[in-house]
């Protein structure tokens, strides 16, 4: 498992989604700003908690400034992955006041999501501590912003399955059905993969994961499997492959299910589903 990209990919993507969120918030202008706002007027701001969370997609907060005006300073006063409470200063802000305004809303529309996902995984994490299983996310993503909110994920201390279609075979039931069986389409994908490409398949039955293993998958999914049955395919496996659990996956029935001895669990909640954290900005003149 792992993000799949360099940091300095994942630099430019965080660029490119402020921007395209920034043309699609302000458009041709702010015009309440420009209307009501002399142009010099400066103003410092503070991005106060509201809740408890866990920091995450700061470093999207400071490209909204960024990329609207140099003359805005930004000072972030956590890092990603760090808690913080009710009244806490996330990050402050100073400078001229309507380049500021008009990047308010999309700054603070990634920063509560962001923490919102970072803060869910954390509690997934925690409910699992004790069992040495691993929380990583999914493709259930929105459109667009997978690479931040996935690095959410991190910030949380969950880890990332595959980025994307490309950077991971993952052998799933349409797949199945299409190949003629979880043997046949493993030993398709082994025959035509990069080495170091490791190929996981995805499985619902005992006799599946009883094909998987024979066909020498690297990791076996059991996917929307029943905690009994699915103690009863890891035992199978036992050190064959790595175990991933998947499928209707919550907080009340994460710890059971990490229970039964897999090494992953995936959630796709963390992503489709992190309620948002209350963050405001609030600007003094």
Not at 110 to 139: H, K, N, P, Y
């Amino acid at each position: 498992m792992g993000n799949g990209r360099s940091l300095h990919a994942e630099a430019r993507v965080v660029r490119d989604i402020v921007a395209r969120a920034l043309a699609e918030d302000i458009g041709p202008g702010d015009i309440t700003s420009e209307l009501c706002v002399p142009a010099d007027y400066q103003v410092q701001g503070q991005f106060v908690a509201k809740q408890a969370g866990v920091l995450a997609g700061m470093e999207a907060v400071e490209e909204c400034f960024g990329q609207l005006s140099p003359a805005v300073s930004f000072q972030a006063n956590k890092q990603a992955g760090d808690d913080f409470t009710s009244g806490d200063i996330l990050a402050e802000v100073a400078g001229p006041a309507r380049p500021i305004l008009a990047a308010e809303r999309t700054a603070l529309n990634f920063l509560q999501r962001l923490c919102g996902i970072a803060t869910l995984t954390r509690q997934f994490v925690q409910e699992v501590e004790d069992s040495g299983a691993v929380i990583v996310d999914t493709r259930k993503t929105t459109p667009g912003l997978r690479a931040l909110q996935k690095a959410a994920v991190r910030a949380g201390g969950g880890q990332n399955h595959r980025f994307a279609l490309y950077d991971a075979i993952l052998i799933k039931d349409n797949h199945i059905c299409i190949a003629g069986g979880v043997r046949a389409a493993v030993q398709a994908a082994r025959t035509g993969a990069s080495a170091h490409l490791k190929i996981e398949v995805e499985t619902t039955t005992l006799a599946q994961v009883q094909e998987a293993i024979q066909a020498g998958a690297d990791i076996i999914m059991l996917d929307n499997m029943e905690p009994e049955l699915m103690r009863r395919a890891v035992e199978l496996i036992g050190e064959q492959a790595l175990v991933e659990a998947s499928g209707g996956v919550n907080r009340n029935n994460v710890a059971e299910v990490a229970a039964t001895g897999v090494d992953l669990i995936s959630v796709g909640r963390l992503t489709h589903s992190a309620p948002a954290i209350d963050i405001s900005l609030e600007l003094q003149t």
